[in-house]
């Protein structure tokens, strides 16, 4: 080997001996009780907790997946090996570190399994729909989330999930602060690909955000928007339990301190959790109806920092888009609205924004609404 290929060896063995030191410290700091802020809460119909602490594990299941910080010393030590043997190397990835192709085949694993793409033929189709059905497996169906996972944990598609490792990428290579949350979380596969990723990238302090009914859709009878009504009929097959998304974060590595479940419908767990979140840096919204998406703007938007995003899983053709218009509209405001995919679509927070609280309290959320005179 040339000194120039030993250096870089010396190098990067430097670089991912102090990477792999602080995922250490942090996994031994994983064994202490570690809140993020006091839990578990509790109301009438919510509850905000920790799994990892607030759960009865032996519901969990075994972990079948090492943590990130073995998968990415084993795939860095391969690489090492790999580059002794193949010095000329004129590919795309020829520039990469070997830490940073160690994280890029990490997270490219979590992907094709939370998708179930790995399965190959060994995984079905669902059609959505309220009277859904079971097809063979369509790969090119699966890149663009138009179907719905049948061994999966997630049903957002390839070219989403590559949205949500480009944009806490670029959070992370900014510093831009705070967390991730998800609302409207399935069998919580989207969630633990994000998770994964950061805990790739060493941003292990970002606290995951888990937020669903566990229950299915609400019934849509807030009267918000009449695009609302019916959702609640496809709760068959959305309808995942807490224990199961549990389950899954476990199964892969990924169920820490730093991550936690908001049990309830939007309504009743973004006003409380609001009074805890100090800052988010992504935000993935998947609640598909006006009422649901309306409940997470009004409660968190103004924690979104600025260069964070927010991403709208169901964008195009949902009542979720209108209730983003009408937020836009009575805040005045104009973000540049990105586009994902067929369904999907995201923006870049440039401006804070003076949420108009009254709204929420009086349900009065469209453009030609006037604030109600309250009498004490």
């Known amino acids: 080997m040339s000194i120039v290929f030993c250096a870089a060896l010396v190098s990067f063995n ?4 102090l990477y792999y030191h602080e995922l250490q410290q942090h996994d031994t700091a994983r064994n202490e009780i570690k809140r993020p802020f006091p839990l578990p809460l509790e109301g009438k119909d919510y509850k905000i907790f920790q799994p990892s602490y607030d759960m009865d594990q032996s519901h969990l299941g075994p972990a079948l997946f090492a943590p990130p910080n073995e998968f990415i010393q084993t795939f860095s030590k391969h690489i090492t090996w790999l580059k002794t043997i193949t010095p000329r190397d004129y590919s795309s990835k020829r520039n990469s570190t070997i830490l940073e192709r160690a994280q890029e085949m990490y997270i490219e694993l979590i992907k094709s399994s939370v998708s179930a793409t790995t399965y ?7 059609k959505p729909g309220k009277q859904f059905r079971v ?13 719905w996972a049948y061994l999966g944990e997630t049903m957002t598609g390839t070219i989403r999930l590559n949205n949500v490792w480009n944009l806490l990428a670029t959070v992370t290579g900014k510093n831009i602060p705070g967390d991730y949350i998800e609302t ?14 950061m805990s790739a990238l060493g941003e292990l ?18 009267s918000l928007d009449r695009g609302d009504i019916g959702w609640h009929e496809m709760n068959g097959y959305l309808a995942v339990s807490e224990d199961i998304v549990a389950a899954n974060f476990h199964k892969y590595g990924l169920l820490g301190s730093n991550v936690v479940f908001a049990k309830g419908f939007f309504n009743e767990t973004m ?10 840096a992504v935000m993935r919204l998947d609640g598909d109806m006006y009422e649901s998406t309306v409940d ?9 920092s600025i260069g964070g995003y927010l991403i709208m899983d169901d964008w195009f053709g949902f009542p979720s888009k209108t209730a983003c218009e009408d937020f836009f509209s009575v805040h005045g405001i104009q973000p540049e609205i990105i586009r994902i995919d067929r369904l999907s679509a995201y923006w870049e927070k440039t401006e804070e924004v003076d949420i108009q609280y009254w709204r929420y309290e009086q349900n009065r959320f469209k453009p030609e609404m006037e604030k109600l005179d309250v009498v004490e």
Do not use: M, Q, T
């Open 184 to 197: 409207g979380v399935w069998r919580g596969g989207s969630s633990i690909f994000a998770r994964a990723i």
């Open 205 to 222: 302090d970002r606290v995951s955000f888990v937020c669903d009914s566990f229950d299915g859709l609400p019934p849509g009878d807030r």
């Open 296 to 304: 997470v703007l009004y409660n968190l938007y103004d924690r979104l």
């Open 14 to 17: 430097f670089r991912f001996i």
């Open 271 to 280: 006003p409380p959790l609001s009074r805890h979140v100090k800052k988010l």
């Open 120 to 126: 190959n033929d060994a995984e079905l189709s669902v």
């Open 135 to 147: 097809k063979d497996f369509n790969p090119d169906e699966r890149v663009g989330g138009n179907d």
